[in-house]
């Protein structure tokens, strides 16, 4: 099942975390696609002043693309939920997980900046 | 008033005036048509009693000397005689090719007195009072003062409070945006801030202008879009200064201060210009400190 939605996020960007844990939201650095820490990942989408991404969500089968992916990370996920959020704390998508780590890998449409992006967690 | 009003009854002045090196005398030539019969000079008798339009008809020119003026250039009135006009004023031709309209004597001219710009027209004086202030003038004179009594209350000793203004000065909205943009550092110099400039969150070094925020989202007109390209090419990205705003489209970012997800109170916001590398940037560092900030 996967769930799919076009938004501007605030700040360009997508925060995937568990919800429910403190997590360490790592820095930005310049030039790259994303920033990853052991609990939280930054995703940067297409500039929200010029437009909407599309975003989907679900299962990793579901939301593969052709391309291979441009971010795939181990999250550590201790309430065994998972979430995606803008910048701001606003949630878009929320899914429970198997298990107190998860696996999340990141289709876009392309490197820098796109503006179809979709996550999928195993 | 012209200086002919001036020269007529003065001719030595009209040559002052001028800086004519030409007598009075050669003055007094000019000023008749070749056409004329020859009289002799001071004389009234030289003028004709009627000139001629270009449609048969004549205009009488009787001589009209006024008070003891005998001698000097005169001042007549022209009367309907045949012509179709109606009382219309003659003009008598002068060698600079100036004339005159009315049979008037001109004012004295008072040393000290006031002659341009006078209120007598109705309309108000270029400088000085400045026009009437409007209702909605009154209003933003009304939220001007309000956001400079509350930037005192922040910070009493705040340069901006003090201010060098004219009487009726009437302040504009770009006047109150750049109170509102003091406001916004002051909040965030208060010892505690979490969005101080330091924290990388707060207005940067590089704010110079911004505009009022309608609210915390990020639903830009184009008007407001226009504003926030226009105050960051002039001024650039309020953070690290850069023109340049990153993406292909060279639009800059809309950046609420203080940030939307800090300000749960809803205190007045004001946007500012940012670069995408800065925006990016701040918006992890927003995310950071909202979850740190997080209950």
Redesign the interface.
Known sequence: MKQTTSIRPAYSQVVICDPTAKIEVPLWKKGVPFVASSTCILFMCYPEIDGPTKLTFGDGDDVRTDRSPICERMLKTPGRRIAVETAEGDGIFDMPTSGTETLVRIWANRDWLPDEVGIGIN | MSNVAYQKPFPGLFQTLLGSARSVSEYWDDMFEPWQPPVEKGSDERVPSALPFSDGSEVARGPTVIGSNAGQPRQSIVSQSNSSFGAVSEAELFSDRTEVLSDALPDPVLVGQQYAGGSSSGRPPRRGAGLPETPAGRLLSEVFEGKLRTLAELEPSNPILTRWEAPNYRPTQRDINKVDLEIAMARQRVPGAVDSQASGIGVGPFARESIPARSGR?D?TEEE?AEINRIGERHGCHTCGTRNSG?A?G????DHQS???LNPSGQNQIVLPQC??C??????????T??RE?P
């Open positions: 990020r830009w879009r993406i489209s639009n800059f970012f809309g940030p939307t997800r995408m590398s925006s990016v940037r701040q918006g992890g560092l927003v995310s950071s909202a979850r997080k």
